[in-house]
């Protein structure tokens, strides 16, 4: 299993006239965290791009638990639980100052060639940094 | 059960540098497939607030099939399949103009009390614009 | 001179918890004004795109004179003053459902080739659709 | 005069089809820029907002040099060059990891009370933080 955990304050911007976050939003703090995660592995979404790896994100699941407002600190933990294959999972918590949980999320990226547009391994330099943490 | 179809055109700040929407831009689409659902039966989420009610969102889920691409117009065919209470469910099918399943998404929101922010039923000119639909 | 408007109405996303349309997304709303003004001439940044052209914004004024708030279907008036060459000048007015005037907005844009990266003319059938307008 | 400096990276939902970070979204980061200014002055936007006051943007000027791209950790430098009053007057400069200016922003933005929804004077523990930068 493989642990993260990455900050990112909530925006003025990124409020609604409710003054929660909007839920919209999370997709955002989702991909700070994963690309993040990825990169304290010292393995950037960037570099897998020039590479010509695309990660598109496949599906989706998010649980609002409790608001977050303008300002707020967050800090969101990224998990792996399973050792990738064409597919990765990540799971994010998402808690406040206080550490109210407030969101959990779940998605699903898969790995395509940028050329053939079709499903792929990952390259080996990611997966040799992935391997230590399932064993 | 209730139906209701509308349509987006995906804007060039919705894109990301892969050329598709942007994955948490959906959330925006069903946002505006849900309001116009109810604007269809003459509801505004605009008047609820005024009446003291808010809607956030609880959870979701959202399966990406294909890509939507800049300046498609996209047909989001939304659906409410029970009879709302306490909480109300949609379903969105999004669609491309080729008439190709891009995404379908499910969001389940509460109503709550704006004053005590807690859970309460949708007021009754509310029910009585979604009870014949569900005999 | 050519004239062209549009109309788009702010999601719950573009409000922010001042409950007014977020500053940053008048630059959403001038980009959907300036493509519709170009569609109505059966010209589409997209096929401009598709030639291999990009058309980046150089330069961006806007002056808020009034709030807009969510739901508010608004009405954007877009002129073009002068007849392009290298580069383009957007006018934006943006006017409520009361007609009242909200927000002035300009941005110059730039023609560039995408592989050189370099400036250019717009193509014939881009000027062809525009001398009319400038006699 | 007063100076900040505040850093933020280019999160892929900020790019455009072209690659860029979207012109729009330089709002947000100047959103950020003034916000992490006042913070470093033990000023928060949300505290004035708790007191009763607001703080609109009025004006907007942009001017885009060169562009950002994915993932970049973008450097902004903000200025205040003149004792806020009834207004504040934010100027940007924004660069690259490679020290290139990007881009540079200014924006005015006006007190107003909540309530009365008039301009109205900063209160006065902000203007003590500000007078020692204007001497």
Do not use: W
Request: charged share 30%; hydrophobic share 35%.
């Amino acid at each position: 299993m493989f642990e993260s955990t990455t900050q990112v304050r909530v925006r003025y911007g990124e409020t609604d006239k409710m003054g929660y976050a909007y839920y919209g939003n999370y997709m955002l703090y989702y991909e700070i965290a994963r690309t993040d995660a990825l990169r304290s592995l010292d393995l950037t979404y960037k570099e897998l791009e020039d590479d010509g790896i695309l990660m598109p994100v496949l599906d989706l699941q998010s649980k609002y638990i409790k608001p977050a407002f303008y300002d707020e600190l967050l800090t969101i933990k990224t998990t792996i639980e399973e050792l990738p294959g064409v597919r990765i999972h990540f799971k994010y918590e998402v808690f406040n100052e206080s550490n109210d949980l407030l969101n959990i999320g779940n998605t699903t990226l898969v790995f395509i060639d940028a050329k053939s547009k079709k499903p792929c391994s990952p390259p080996d330099y990611f997966m040799d940094k992935m391997k230590p943490f399932f064993r």
